[in-house]
């Protein structure tokens, strides 16, 4: 299958891309590059993949496409504190503006990366995909206006799909260590303590990120008529994890640290436990691999490999607001997050 990748050079997307490749795809790939200069290992190459920004995409450059993967955006709760309408900009006016393009030049799938945290502060009780939308953040919230635009876009031969993903985890060429586990295992290999922000006792739904590839994969492969306009939640009903629990895993990988909890409500108190037999019961072929247990030994060993320092660690080159801020402080990229002339990437990425 012909697909494009959108954010193809992001956490997930440099573990997709070889997944897909993998599997006998043709992978083009897109993206704005802002993380550019940050790469844990090498990202994959051997593809065709484009420095553009998803918002200046035109009709003809999508047709022969037989899938979108659209991942770009900006990615996680707290990138909203920047600009909220930067959020709704890249995450949902362009992803909408994306697929009415696809469905014009005859694309028929367009899955697109939701996540969990739109469930917001749920509790106890578990979330299937008929669960109310409680966005706390307008990150959560750009994912519910896309979802909600995108299912009008929905017919016979445009079949939009809402993958809403788990808190990913797990090694990447383009490490985030701006989510839970990635960030736990970052303090325990460069401080020997793991700090926890909050009392430790908030639920996380996690997935591996090479589990939410195969995801990606199996709905690729599904009939139209089983996807098509459907939310899938994506991770296992077994990772259900409380903060406290993800943080005994890494203590237990790196061994001789300590957890500190720092007992802080952040700007961002999600806490839910979500149920995932739906993509277990409709894709059956999905066999997730992971759990946080073998995420946190991959991520001590790819550190540790990598010789992850303190200035890595609170530095810009893996945490997304960071980096954002220093490319609109040097004026690399203007106040819509555009480049200011050529990007100053590594030749090698
Ligand atoms: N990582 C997670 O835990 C998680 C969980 C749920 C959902 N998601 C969703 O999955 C997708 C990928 O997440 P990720 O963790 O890989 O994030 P990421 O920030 O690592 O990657 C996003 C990529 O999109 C690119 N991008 C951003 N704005 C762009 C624009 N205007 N034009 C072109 N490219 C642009 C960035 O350069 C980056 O390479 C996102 O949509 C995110 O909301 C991620």
């Given at each position: 299958m012909k697909i494009l990748v959108t954010g193809d050079r992001g956490y997930i997307g440099t573990v997709m891309v070889p997944y897909l490749l993998q599997r006998g795809h043709e992978v083009v790939g897109l993206d704005a590059e802002y993380y550019s200069n940050g790469s844990l290992f090498a990202p994959p190459e051997g593809y065709i993949h484009n420095l553009k920004d998803v918002r200046d995409v035109q009709m003809d450059e999508l047709?022969?496409?037989?899938?979108i993967v659209h991942l770009a955006a900006l990615s996680n709760d707290p990138l909203g504190d920047l600009n909220p309408e930067l959020t709704y900009d890249i995450n949902y006016r362009a992803t909408i503006r994306l697929a009415q393009l696809a469905r014009e030049a005859g694309v028929p799938r367009f899955l697109y990366a939701s996540s969990c945290s739109l469930y917001g502060a749920a509790g106890d009780n578990l979330l299937d995909e008929s669960a109310p939308m409680r966005p706390l953040t307008c990150y959560a919230e750009s994912k519910v206006r896309s979802e909600d635009a995108l299912s009008k876009l929905a017919d016979r031969d445009f079949a939009p799909v809402y993958l809403r993903n788990a808190t990913a985890y797990g090694a990447s060429p383009r490490l985030r260590l701006d989510i839970v586990l990635n960030n736990l295992m970052g303090w325990a290999v460069t401080t020997g303590r793991v700090r926890i922000t909050s009392d430790g006792t908030p639920w996380r739904p996690m997935a591996h990120v090479e589990d939410i590839a195969q995801a990606f994969a199996c709905v690729l492969q599904a009939p139209l008529d089983v996807i098509s306009n459907q939310a899938f939640n994506v991770g296992t009903n077994n990772q259900n994890y409380q903060v406290r629990e993800l943080a005994s895993f890494v203590q237990e990988t790196v061994g001789h640290c300590n957890i500190e909890y720092a007992n802080q409500t952040g700007p961002d108190p999600r806490n839910y436990r979500v149920d995932f037999s739906k993509l277990a019961r409709m894709?059956?072929?999905?066999?997730p691999v992971w759990s946080a247990r073998t995420g946190a030994r991959e991520l001590f060993d790819a550190y540790r490999t990598a010789g992850m320092t303190t200035e890595d660690f609170h530095g810009r080159r893996f945490t997304r607001l960071k980096q954002l801020r220093f490319l609109l402080e040097d004026r690399q990229v203007d106040g819509t997050l555009r480049w200011v002339g050529q990007p100053r990437l590594p030749i090698t990425a």
């Open positions: 047709v022969g496409f037989e899938a894709l059956p072929t999905f066999s």
